[in-house]
């Protein structure tokens, strides 16, 4: 939720073996994540928790700002970073809001939409041109977004709404990155989005504050900690092989989630959810092989790209 959206390194990448690996374990860190959160509970606010996880998460965003040494941006970059902190920030909340209201399974398959927001987005803002593959392939992920919500077959409540936009709102903030990209390093683009959905969290969080324990805290600190790990496996499997091969991984982190949800968290099982979550990789997957067939640079993230 992560330690965020980090873009496609420019290189060649030539090692699939690495890149399943990497991909294998930023799903582990991440689902990690989701876990952690349902472990948190409701006691804390969703905005506080945010806020507090975000704080925390400077103890890493920092030095690797101050390792990159960049501390003068242009005004155009300076509202680039300050509008994706505040579209960041908006889908934090709802994403804490909805891990501690709905199933694991359906937070990580519904946020699997990202990359398909993402891609009307690139084509809307960015001039990218949607061939009649990929509209096909984003009818799909659609369709793979029904499959999971059923409306009028199962109750759609808050979380599952705060999901949707929460998916939304991370494809836009993707979006945002890509437009940075251009103007800074990697790790300026995720040091800066931590400050900067800390600094707007805060006096959101201070209207209603409720006091946390030490041990949640130390679940936070775990969650930025598992957060920024995640990122930098998935940057590493950036690196390593395209995004057509590690694409496909990223369904591994519903497996996970759905064996946590039952084994652990005692959730129902949800066979529609892992459908569903099945068609919009299968989606997503084939958008990222039409990228490396036709050899330009990836608009579409992978799954986990967006997330914390």
Not at 77 to 82: D, I, P, Q
Not at 160 to 167: D, I, N
Not at 276 to 289: D, H
Request: proline share 6%; charged share 10%; glycine share 8%.
């Amino acid at each position: 939720m992560s330690d965020e959206s980090s873009p496609v390194p420019p290189q060649s990448p030539n090692n699939p073996v690495a890149g399943v690996l990497w991909m294998i374990l930023t799903g582990l860190m991440l689902v990690s994540v989701t876990a952690m959160v349902k472990v948190l509970g409701t006691r804390i606010p969703s905005v506080e928790a945010a806020f507090l996880r975000f704080l925390l998460g400077l103890v890493f965003a920092v030095p690797m700002l101050l390792k990159a040494g960049e501390f003068r941006f242009s005004r155009g970059t300076w509202g680039l970073f300050g509008l994706r902190g505040l579209a960041h920030m908006s889908a934090v909340v709802l994403w804490f809001y909805a891990m501690a209201r709905i199933p694991l399974a359906d937070v990580t398959a519904m946020n699997y939409m990202s990359p398909i927001y993402v891609t009307i987005g690139a084509a809307l803002f960015l001039g990218e041109r949607l061939a009649l593959r990929r509209i096909l392939a984003v009818a799909a992920g659609l369709i793979g977004a029904l499959i999971i919500l059923r409306p009028g077959f199962r109750e759609v409540g808050p979380g599952h709404l705060a999901m949707v936009f929460a998916a939304i709102i991370f494809g836009a903030s993707y979006i945002i990155v890509k437009l940075l990209s251009d103007r800074c390093s990697p790790a300026v683009v995720v040091a800066m989005l931590s400050i900067s959905v800390t600094i707007f969290l805060a006096p959101l969080a201070l209207m209603n504050w409720v006091t946390p324990t030490w041990g949640e805290l130390g679940i936070l600190l775990v969650v930025a900690g598992l957060a920024t790990a995640g990122h930098y496996a998935m940057t590493r499997a950036f690196q390593a092989a395209p995004l057509a091969v590690t694409q496909p991984v990223t369904f591994l982190q519903l497996v996970w989630a759905v064996s946590l949800g039952v084994f652990v968290f005692g959730e129902p099982f949800d066979p529609w959810v892992v459908v569903g979550g099945l068609v919009i990789v299968a989606a997503v997957s084939f958008i990222s092989w039409r990228e490396a067939v036709l050899k330009r640079r990836a608009l579409t993230p992978a799954s986990a790209a967006t997330k914390l």
